[in-house]
């Protein structure tokens, strides 16, 4: 087996184990924790994927800087820990079959679609995974739409602050 | 090379206990955390198909995604403090008041 797909499977089982973590722990900021190591993990598959650009982004803004976000408003509040026993009311467990069923479903449709499945990684996906190659699609094709995404992060941003802020009386 | 295949499926058990923390957590920042989960997932899936087809867009289109989600994230977590000022606790079960 080559090295990228024993690299592939180690960092799935990380990711996943990790998820499971983030989803189980009693502690808001515990889960938080395992979300940033489940956020450096994808971004570990990515690479193997040989998607440069977009593992080192994942690491920058979703394991720095939106958890550093969470984790911030999780010290902000303060909370006390939640009882998650599955068995604490009929709907946890609903939601949980229903995540099973939805599972079931989705890997059923991509195992029996398998045969459709183009069967290796495109010879130029070295060279679509770059910075440079990224960036220069952005700047082109793309700049209209990547113009837009700063009118939605200003705008996100004077929202978050006009809904955090205190009202004066 | 792992087949495309695992990565879709890598990429659904992701979504999927994603979607279990969504339903079954009361905490709302977990709640939040849960969707940026999801969200990944989704990533996951359009990258192992940008690279396994050649096409950049699904690159393109994941970039968009981390955008939107932090502007989400900013959104979402002066809600919740929003919500902690007014009600004083997190929990999505106590907060009822739009409920028939």
């Given at each position: ?15 996943i ?18 979300l ?6 994808l ?21 720095g800087?939106?958890m ?10 303060n ?23 939805v599972?079931a ?11 459709k ?33 700063s009118?939605?992060?200003i705008?996100?941003?004077?929202g ?10 | ?5 695992h ?31 999801m ?12 690279q396994?087809?050649?096409?950049q ?44």
């Amino acid at each position: 087996m080559p090295l990228s797909e024993i690299a592939f499977y180690v960092l799935s089982a990380g990711a996943i184990i990790f998820a499971l973590l983030t989803i189980t722990r009693k502690s808001a900021v515990v889960s938080a924790l395992m979300l940033v190591m489940t956020f450096c993990f994808l971004a570990g598959i990515y690479l193997t994927l040989s998607a440069q650009f977009l593992a080192v982004v994942q690491v920058a803004v979703y394991a720095g800087a939106i958890m550093v976000l969470v984790l911030f408003v999780i010290m902000l509040l303060n909370l006390e820990s939640e009882d998650i026993r599955i068995t604490s009311s009929w709907k946890s467990l609903v939601g949980v079959l229903v995540a099973l069923g939805v599972l079931a479903q989705i890997l059923a449709m991509i195992f029996m679609s398998e045969d459709k499945l183009p069967k290796t990684i495109s010879a130029s996906a070295a060279v679509l995974g770059t910075t440079e190659s990224v960036g220069t699609t952005l700047y082109t094709a793309y700049s209209f739409p990547f113009e837009m995404a700063s009118i939605i992060l200003i705008s996100a941003a004077v929202g978050a602050i006009i809904l955090a802020k205190k009202r004066l009386a | 090379m792992a087949p495309l295949s695992h990565y879709l499926a890598v990429s659904a058990i992701l979504f999927v206990i994603g979607t279990a923390g969504v339903l079954f957590r009361r905490n709302a920042i977990i709640v939040f955390m849960c969707v940026e989960l999801m969200l990944n997932a989704v990533n996951l899936t359009l990258i192992a198909f940008s690279q396994f087809l050649g096409d950049q867009t699904g690159q393109i289109l994941v970039f968009f995604v981390m955008t939107v989600a932090a502007a989400e994230a900013a959104v979402g977590l002066a809600i919740v403090i929003a919500l902690f000022r007014n009600r004083q606790t997190v929990d999505i079960a106590k907060v009822n008041i739009l409920k028939w």
